[in-house]
């Protein structure tokens, strides 16, 4: 009923930018929180930046200065601009959301597939 679609990972420089994108469709009554989390190879997924429904944002500090979450408006999609790119930075990137559908007015957390970013030294 819902469906998450990340895009824009790839390979960049150390240094370099990328914007992720993240497009929410299917039965949404409405989207609360929306955060990216990342998993590199090897290790647990880790959470990297959240918008809450009110409009602030929070980061990983590891990211904290280099990455930004922003929302179109409409809440969709959802962004994640990466500068400053490390090598640490590589890892799937993934988009989830707390959203309420519309059929059933039940809340949950939602996830999409990911997006692979890899960073070269």
């Known amino acids: 009923q819902v469906q998450l679609v990340e895009s824009g990972g790839g390979l960049v420089q150390a240094g370099g930018s990328l914007r992720l994108s993240c497009t929410l469709s299917?039965?949404?009554?409405?989207?609360?929180?929306v955060t990216w989390y990342r998993q590199a190879p090897g290790k647990q997924r880790e959470w990297v930046a959240m918008l809450t429904n009110a409009g602030s944002t929070r980061y990983a500090d590891s990211v904290k200065g280099r990455f930004t979450i922003s929302i179109d408006y409409g809440k969709n999609p959802v962004y994640l601009q990466m500068n400053s790119l490390k090598p640490e930075d590589t890892a799937v990137y993934y988009c989830?959301?707390?959203?309420?559908?519309?059929?059933?007015?039940?809340?949950?957390?939602?996830w999409g597939q990911g997006t692979p970013v890899t960073v070269s030294s």
């Open positions: 299917g039965s949404i009554f409405s989207i609360n929180d």
């Open positions: 989830s959301a707390y959203i309420v559908v519309t059929t059933t007015q039940r809340g949950d957390w939602y």
